[in-house]
C-alpha cells in the first residue's frame, strides 16, 4: 500500500488505509505500507517510512507545496520496497499513491489498485490551494484524468465517488467499484460507557450536569465545516442554553478555542484536542447528537460511520456521499450554511426521544451495510481479479507505463543500490 501521508494519525483516510490493512491480514494478506517519516506505528503492521525532508519534519495536513518532496522520497521508498518485496499488487491511497504506484506497478509489471477518496483538484479548491477555473486549476485536472485512467481497478469510498469518477472523468465503469467507508461497529457501540461512567467522563470536561452534547469528532479546518459549526452553535446556544458542544479534533485547537471566547460561547464550549483512535468510542459515547458539517461534494466522511454505530443521532449537510451513508434516518441540511445547520440541531435537541429513535436505526443500517469484513472480502476479490486481468493481458507494460527517462532514472537508482 502506498500512503502519501503521514500514517498512522488519529482522523479521515488514515482510518480507512488502517482498517482495509488489517481485514486484509485477517482475510490472509500479507500487507506492507509505505508512507510518508513522520505518524505513528502500529501493532502488526509492517510500515516502510520515507528519510525525512530537512526544512519540513513537523506534520502535514491538506494540500502543501512541500508535498512534492514528500512525495518524491516516497517514490523512492516505495520502488525500493517494491524489489525487495514483490508485491503481488499495488494498491495507491489517493491520487499522489496512485501516481506513485502506477509508476512502480509499470516497472514491475503488477497491477495497481487505485483507492480513490475524492476529488484531487476538489480538495485543492476546498482547501484554497487552487482557484477554480484558474490555469492551475485546469493544469491539475488534466493532472488528475491521467492519473484516474491509469490504475487496473478502482475502488471509491462511497458511491457517489464512482459516478463522479465515470461521468466526469470517462473512467470506464466496469473499472470501479464502490467500497464506501465501513466501520468496526464492535468497537463502536452505545454501550461501550454506562450512564455513570458518562456523567463521570462529561464532569471529567468540565460540561455542566444537565446539559445535552453536541458532538462533533474529527479535523478542524475550514474545508471540514468547522467556521460553520461555530456560527451554528451560538444560534444553538442562544435559543437552548442547556446545550453544550464538544469538539474533539486536531489541528489548530487552540485558534478555534480563541474564535469560540471570541463568539462567547467558551462556557458552552469543549475542544479536547486530538482523540487516539482507540479511544473515539468512548468519547463519542458522551454525546447525545453528532454532527458532520464538511462540505465537500466528493471526500468520503468516515466520521459518520462512527457516529452511526453509536447509535448517534447524525446532522449533516445534504451531500451525495453523506446521503449514502445515512439514508432516510439521517438529518440532512439542504444548504451549506450555518443557519441550516443550527435548525437542525435545535431540531434534533428538541425531541431527544424521537432522535434517539433514529439514532438506533442508524447502528442497525451501519451493522448491515457498511462492515469491514465483508468489505474485505470484496477487495480480496477485487485483487484477485486485477491479478488475473492482468496476467491474461500480457505483454506489459502497455499505455501506462512510464516513459523511458524515468525507466532510466529508476535503472540508475537501482543499480546505486546494487539491485
Known amino acids: ?23 486484509l491480514r485477517r482475510l490472509g494478506v500479507r500487507v506492507t505500507v509505505v508512507t510518508y517519516r513522520n505518524g505513528e506505528d502500529v501493532d ?14 513537523d506534520y502535514e495536513v491538506g494540500s502543501s507545496r512541500h508535498k512534492l518532496a514528500f512525495d518524491a522520497l516516497l517514490g523512492i521508498t516505495t520502488l525500493r520496497a517494491a524489489l525487495r518485496l514483490k508485491p503481488d499488487i499495488i494498491h495507491g491511497h489517493l491520487h499522489e499513491g496512485a501516481l506513485i504506484g502506477g509508476v512502480v506497478a509499470a516497472l514491475l509489471r503488477k497491477p495497481l489498485v487505485f483507492d480513490y477518496q ?16 484558474g490555469r492551475w486549476h485546469r493544469a491539475t485536472r488534466r493532472l488528475e484524468r491521467l492519473i484516474d485512467h491509469l490504475p487496473d481497478a478502482i475502488v471509491t469510498s462511497s458511491r457517489p465517488a464512482a459516478d463522479h469518477l465515470a461521468d466526469d472523468f470517462g473512467v470506464d465503469p466496469r473499472r470501479i467499484t464502490a467500497l464506501p467507508d465501513c466501520v468496526d461497529a464492535t468497537a463502536f457501540r452505545p454501550d461501550v460507557l454506562g450512564p ?28 471540514q465545516g468547522t467556521n460553520l459549526l461555530l456560527h451554528a452553535a451560538t444560534r444553538v446556544i442562544a435559543a437552548r442554553p442547556d446545550t453544550h458542544f464538544l469538539i474533539m479534533g486536531f489541528p489548530g485547537t487552540d485558534h478555534y478555542a480563541a474564535r469560540a471566547a471570541q463568539m462567547g460561547l467558551a462556557d458552552h464550549v469543549t475542544f479536547t484536542g486530538r482523540v487516539p483512535y482507540a479511544e473515539a468510542p468512548v468519547h463519542l459515547a458522551l454525546g447525545d447528537v453528532a454532527v458532520a458539517p464538511k462540505i465537500s461534494q466528493t471526500e468520503g466522511s468516515g466520521k459518520l460511520l462512527n457516529y452511526m454505530a453509536m447509535g448517534l443521532p447524525c446532522v449533516a449537510f445534504d451531500t451525495p456521499v453523506n446521503r449514502d451513508f445515512l439514508g432516510s434516518d439521517g438529518v440532512l441540511v439542504p444548504n451549506a450554511n450555518d443557519d441550516g445547520l443550527a435548525d437542525a440541531l435545535l431540531a434534533q435537541l428538541a425531541d431527544l426521544p424521537a432522535a434517539r429513535a433514529a439514532g438506533r436505526r442508524l447502528r442497525a443500517r451501519a451493522i448491515e451495510r457498511f462492515d469491514w469484513l465483508h468489505a ?3 477487495l480480496l476479490d477485487i485483487y484477485e481479479h486485477a491479478i488475473a486481468a492482468r496476467a ?7 499505455p501506462g507505463a512510464p516513459p523511458p527517462a524515468l525507466r532510466d532514472a529508476a535503472a540508475e537508482l537501482l543499480r546505486r543500490d546494487g539491485i
Open 376 to 378: 474485505g472480502r470484496r
Open 196 to 223: 455513570k461512567a458518562i456523567a463521570a467522563g462529561r464532569r471529567a470536561l468540565g460540561i455542566p450536569e444537565g446539559r445535552s452534547v453536541v458532538a462533533y469528532l474529527g479535523l478542524l479546518a475550514r474545508h
Open 1 to 23: 500500500m502506498v500512503a502519501p501521508t503521514s500514517f498512522f494519525a488519529d482522523y479521515g483516510c488514515h482510518v480507512r488505509i488502517l482498517e482495509e490493512a488489517r481485514v
Open 392 to 398: 491474461a493481458d500480457a505483454p506489459l507494460p502497455g
Open 44 to 57: 502488526g503492521l509492517a510500515i516502510r517510512r520515507t528519510l525525512p525532508i530537512p526544512w519540513r519534519r
Open 118 to 133: 475524492g476529488s484531487l483538484t476538489g480538495e485543492m479548491v476546498d482547501h484554497h490551494f487552487l482557484i477554480e477555473g
